[in-house]
């Protein structure tokens, strides 16, 4: 459904992600794992040209780009079938939770206001938002503003959801709430592309998870194969560091 194809980026002559192959079949959740500095958020900002692949091909469905030859055109189309959840939330902070997720209805749809209101308002009941629609994002806690980012994403019912770190920025009591969510999401059988450290939660909703480091996927596999029976020795170190509860023989 997915697939990125040798997919590298350089920032002048530093490397930050060297010859990446992935694949990510339609409804499943992949989980990136990884240090900091490893990639894994320039990557995720890549499949949907927030940041410009220095070199590969990213394929959704039958459609192809070849990131060296890129057109607007084809970029246009690409963003189209991705959709975004920030760590930061981005909301319009001058518009309401409702007219956040109304605007790319509007915007990028061109759906009737009626009908992109009806809409906008059942995916924010979905996520829990439903006695906040009125509510400026000044006025909604980071959780519930993290949610309107998620209902905003699903309204514009793209291909696949990436999700950069979205608890990043939350307080911990907050967590829980925005992960209920994604795990409602991800059981209806939407792609996701997460990057985050909640080991939990990739453990309980991934289908498959991918360690990176220095740029490149150092391992992948299941759940259990990651977390359980790691092959490599980074991936080792790299989880007696997050999950000492766990022990791996290094």
């Known amino acids: 459904m997915i697939s990125l194809t040798q997919i590298s980026k350089s920032f002048g002559r530093h490397q930050v992600l ?5 694949t990510v079949t339609k409804g499943e959740v992949v989980v990136i794992l990884g240090p900091s500095g490893s990639g894994k958020t320039t990557l995720l900002r890549c499949v949907n ?48 939770a409702l007219e956040n997720v109304m605007e790319g209805l509007l915007i990028v749809k061109k759906l009737p206001k009626e009908e992109a209101r009806k809409r906008s308002i059942a995916l924010l009941e979905k996520v829990g938002l439903g006695s906040k629609l009125d509510a400026y994002p000044s006025q909604l806690s980071g959780g519930q503003q993290q949610r309107v980012g998620i209902a905003r994403a699903l309204a514009l019912e793209p291909e696949v959801i990436l999700f950069d770190e979205p608890t990043s920025a939350l307080d911990p009591e907050l967590v829980g709430e925005v992960l209920a969510v994604i795990r409602k999401i991800a059981k209806e059988g939407i792609t996701m592309i997460v990057v985050t450290h909640e080991m939990g939660f990739a453990r309980d909703v991934a289908n498959h998870v991918v360690f990176m480091d220095g740029g490149v ?34």
């Open 18 to 22: 060297n010859n990446i192959d992935l």
């Open 49 to 96: 040209y927030l940041e410009k692949p220095s070199d590969g091909e990213i394929s959704i469905g039958d459609f192809k780009v070849n990131c060296k030859h890129a057109r607007k055109k084809e970029i246009h189309q690409l963003r189209q079938k991705t959709a975004m959840v920030f760590q930061q939330y981005n909301l319009f902070r001058h518009k309401t």
């Open 217 to 250: 996927i150092v391992e992948e596999g299941t759940p259990t194969e990651v977390f359980n029976h790691p092959r490599e020795e980074r991936t080792k170190q790299f989880l007696k560091r997050i999950t000492p509860e766990l022990n791996y023989s290094i």
